[in-house]
Nanobody, 127 residues
Framework: VQLQASGGGLVQAGGPLRLSCTASQRTLSSFAVGWFRQAPGKEREFVATITWSGGSTYYADSVKGRFTISRDNAKNTVYLQMNSLKPEDTAVYYC?????????????????????WGQGTQVTVSS
């Protein structure tokens, strides 16, 4: 599965941005998908995850109430709507996918629970 994350850019603090994660060669509809981010000099950290059906989501405390993960399986796309952005949200954002046969339980919040990764998209929030 090849994932592509897009939608990053430069935004002022308090503004919104929506990231998209799509897959080529294979449908994402049966995969759990997570978003992670990595700021310069920091470890990659979990942001949000969604089950294959979209029926269950889970967020890091740092983004809860500001970010929303969703999916449109008909469009083979998972979104991360980011509102009320803060300078500390500045990072490269990655989407990752875990297949249904992995047997892993929800929520998947560890980066080692996702075997497939996209290339990342830069989000920069100016103060």
């Amino acid at each position: 599965v090849q994932l592509q994350a897009s939608g990053g850019g430069l935004v002022q603090a308090g503004g919104p941005l929506r990231l998209s994660c799509t897959a080529s060669q294979r449908t994402l509809s049966s995969f759990a998908v997570g978003w992670f981010r990595q700021a310069p000099g920091k470890e990659r950290e979990f942001v949000a995850t969604i089950t294959w059906s979209g029926g269950s989501t889970y967020y890091a405390d740092s983004v809860k109430g500001r970010f929303t993960i969703s999916r449109d399986n008909a469009k083979n796309t998972v979104y991360l709507q980011m509102n009320s952005l803060k300078p500390e949200d500045t990072a490269v954002y990655y989407c990752a996918a875990d297949p249904p046969y992995s047997g892993r339980s929800n929520p998947r919040i560890g980066s080692d629970e996702y075997p497939y990764w996209g290339q990342g998209t830069q989000v920069t929030v100016s103060s």
